[in-house]
């Protein structure tokens, strides 16, 4: 794994990305376009074992000419690490040593809480908020990440 500012060096303008949100049940997706401006939901896989996340990160990574990853790095408020950052750790080790492929880390304090609140925004009902959560939490991630690169 590098830091983003490693892979700032090492993308082209025309280098597309996407962003993962790791949880224990679900892995939600968000994917950029080429010139690396808009972050936009992508999909959300149900996590069932590291084999199956992995083939369905080579197809997507394929599909969509990708050439990185940013995973949201649940670190606590208080800036420590906890369950969940080991967990998201161990995962994005094992896809670091299965795909070929550049892979950093963006805090995703506040990304699932954050896409929750813009659907607030848009009077949307409860059900509606929780459906594609992750995805937009990825979003929401790299986005960040994006915004970064970019200045």
Do not use: H
Not at 51 to 74: C, F, H, M, Q, T
């Amino acid at each position: 794994m590098i830091t983003i500012d490693e892979l700032k060096d090492k993308l082209d303008n025309k280098a597309r990305l996407i962003g993962l949100d790791i949880g224990t049940k679900y892995v939600g997706i968000a994917i950029c376009d080429d010139k690396r401006k808009i972050a936009t939901p992508f999909k959300t896989l149900n996590y069932v074992n590291m084999s199956r996340l992995i083939a369905d990160l080579k197809g997507i990574i394929e599909e969509n000419d990708i050439k990185g990853i940013i995973v949201g790095y649940p670190i606590n408020m208080d800036g420590s690490l906890g369950k969940s950052a080991q967990s998201v750790n161990d995962k994005t080790k094992i896809i670091s040593e299965t795909i070929d492929i550049n892979i950093c880390f963006w805090d995703e304090r506040l990304s699932t809480s954050g896409s929750y609140n813009i659907t607030s925004n848009l009077d949307i009902n409860f059900a509606k908020k929780k459906k594609n959560i992750d995805e937009k939490a990825a979003s929401f991630i790299l986005q960040g990440a994006i915004d970064y690169l970019n200045n």
